[in-house]
């Protein structure tokens, strides 16, 4: 099988390489491709140092799954010239998510949907996946009727240029300099931005939108209500999120707690008491979605509360990926 | 006027000291008050340099005022003592908060309750003051009926020791070390820990009961549904909060704005196109509520959400504490 990576290069390509290696998906020919700036590099692949290719039309001829992570803009460029050569993408960009045509997948909650693709799956937002792998289990037992997300989304989601950005910002105020934010509009180090995408005329931003309009995409409820406010914080790797689910019937945290113990792609972490719950440092580099403090909320009826974290770059973005890639192609 | 401060030397205890000087708080005497481990220090107020004594009863003789910030042990040892020989004690534990005899006061809110004292006056939590400043003038207008906050909180509201642990932490992630913490079960440095103060056998901790609780009184909402995750995040000084706010009546984020652009204690910064939103770093050292991000919920009705940021040692603690006392000595 042929596979190409576009985008290759970057924090999230890395990972998709690392990934379908670790996991032995079954990628004969591995054809990493990125802009012209990268082009040339060479990247680790199975013990060989594979060649980064400057993407192109021909590029694509004979590829059988093409996994992008390369922004909307190369996504809405060559999704379409790929799957026109026969690939199936798989889009981790913005560009085709709330496309009707385009299936939106969570392996664990819509696997299903993948089989209705039309040359392009787009992977969903990583604020979104990981409170999905939580919140679908129980929605199929009590009926998710309202969802409160507040997100606590760390700088790899923007890059490695916000990695490096974070790393520089902590040094100057522990040095006691001026950083100059670049990536951010300002400093992150030490600090809290409410403000992940632009904003729209109603000041929501565009991935406060995404968790609307995704989760209702994937769970198939096009009328779930979900209130979001997504931050952007100082920690490197790995996303928080402070959830309140309300069901259309009772669902007790000790049922919660069964079902989650058993819903594929969650790893509870919930004995508070001794310390245990979801910790972004202990989630980085690992696969699971963590799920813990779950208690009744104290606010609303027939709600849960709950702290889900897990790897932004991996279940967020590459395992997700090749996830979706193994449904389709099995080894 | 004798004012006392008990727990001088503490973080919390010098802003006390700073924001007394800094608003001409008509405290003739100044008496430092600690324990018998940080008695002889001396502390800067206006111009001298005061011992500090070590808290005892007769230390409370002929005090007109004390400021207690020493936690909720001496806060129950000397309280009642330094009311008895006269004193109005204003309390920033949470020792005496839920006592229905203790009036629990944010100036702004229901100033008015501070002259029910019988001697002990409660500062509320840090994360509750901020929250309540702005939602009051907007609850007056339109009767707030639901809040859901989630909490990020820097780590300065634990202590002087907490302030050095994240740099400590933050150096040893920056320099490739492990770093060990002493004061967080978990390391703070790059990390999301949804634990502030001891979990009850619910799962909910002491921080998001104090959310529910003091709002109800403050308000006088003996029913208000309350939501609530609080989180320590890797900030040192200034919290920030994502709240839902659902109403009796509609009220547009519009109208919101003009009540807020005139609300004692409140600073609007809503322009998020252009950058403007309520920081940490911004609001650090600084006394007002910031409110920005105003917009309508998208997940439920006649719902406002917020983002909210208040320096925790201002106007979350010393600020505050200080305010009430200048609701009964004015200057």
């Not at 809405?76 to 045509?101: F, I, K, Q």
Request: charged share 25%.
């Amino acid at each position: 099988m042929k596979v190409a990576v576009l985008g290759a290069t970057g924090l999230v390509g890395r990972q998709m390489l690392a990934v379908l290696e670790r996991r032995g998906f079954p990628a004969d020919q591995l054809v990493p491709l990125a802009s012209s700036r990268s082009a040339g590099r060479r990247l680790p692949f199975r013990g060989q140092e594979i060649p980064v290719r400057e993407v192109c039309e021909e590029a694509f001829e004979g590829v059988d799954l093409a996994l992008f992570s390369a922004g909307s803009g190369p996504s809405r460029r060559w999704a379409p010239e790929a799957a026109r050569r026969g690939a199936v993408v798989v889009d981790n960009s913005s560009a085709w998510r709330m496309d009707p045509e385009v299936p939106l997948v969570v392996p664990e909650v819509n696997g299903e949907d993948a089989r209705k693709h039309r040359g392009i799956i787009a992977n969903p937002n990583c604020a979104t996946i990981q409170a999905l792998v939580a919140l679908a289990p129980l929605h199929r037992e009590a009926g998710l009727e309202y969802l409160s997300a507040a997100t606590y989304q760390s700088v790899s989601g923007t890059g490695s240029v916000a990695v490096a950005e974070l790393e520089e910002g902590a040094r100057a105020v522990l040095e006691g300099r001026e950083g100059t934010p670049s990536v951010y509009p300002h400093p992150i180090a030490f600090n809290l931005l409410p403000h992940i995408g632009a904003f729209d005329d109603q000041g929501v931003s565009e991935e406060e939108w995404k968790m609307v309009r995704e989760s209702r995409k994937i769970l198939h409820l096009p009328d779930l209500a979900v209130s979001s406010t997504t931050v952007r914080v100082p920690v490197f790797r790995g996303h928080g999120e402070a959830l309140v689910a309300q069901f259309r019937e009772d669902l007790s945290p000790e049922r919660a707690r069964e079902i989650l113990a058993d819903a594929p792609g969650v790893q509870l972490a919930d004995d508070p008491a001794r310390g245990v719950y979801p910790l972004p440092r202990e989630a980085e580099g690992t696969d699971p979605v963590y799920v813990g403090r779950i208690r009744r909320d104290t606010g609303l009826p027939r709600a849960l509360a709950l702290w889900v974290v897990s790897d932004n770059l991996l279940k967020g973005a590459a395992l997700n990926a090749v996830q979706i890639a193994e449904t389709l192609f099995p080894a």
